[in-house]
């Protein structure tokens, strides 16, 4: 096999995949595969799986953005960069 025919190969792979995913989000999205019934409880599953979820990645969320801004902090807190070389535009912009 050449390197051409895998790369075909590899592309037709995806690209039946792609068409699998489209075709199901359409049949999933399509108002004639729901009776209302059928749409009221997927809308309340949504709901509530989302709001059960919600809580623990905001937490999640914030206490990541904690932790990055407490090491870039702590990294710029031990750098020996002069201050006006630590601001990224400055670096790339003003020393040309």
């Known amino acids: 096999m050449t390197r051409r025919d895998a790369t075909l190969g590899w592309i037709r792979v995806w690209g039946r995949a792609a068409r699998l995913a489209l ?3 359409v049949a999933g999205l399509s ?3 729901y009776t209302p019934h059928t749409r009221s409880v997927a809308l309340q599953q949504i709901y509530f799986t989302a709001w059960q979820v919600l809580i623990r990645f905001s937490l999640f969320a914030a206490l990541l953005g904690l932790v990055v801004v407490q090491i870039t902090v702590s990294v710029r807190a031990t750098s020996t960069l002069p201050p006006m070389r630590s601001n990224w ?7 040309r």
């Open 89 to 95: 535009f400055c670096a790339c912009w003003c020393w």
């Open 31 to 33: 108002p004639a595969s």
């Open 23 to 25: 075709a199901v989000a």
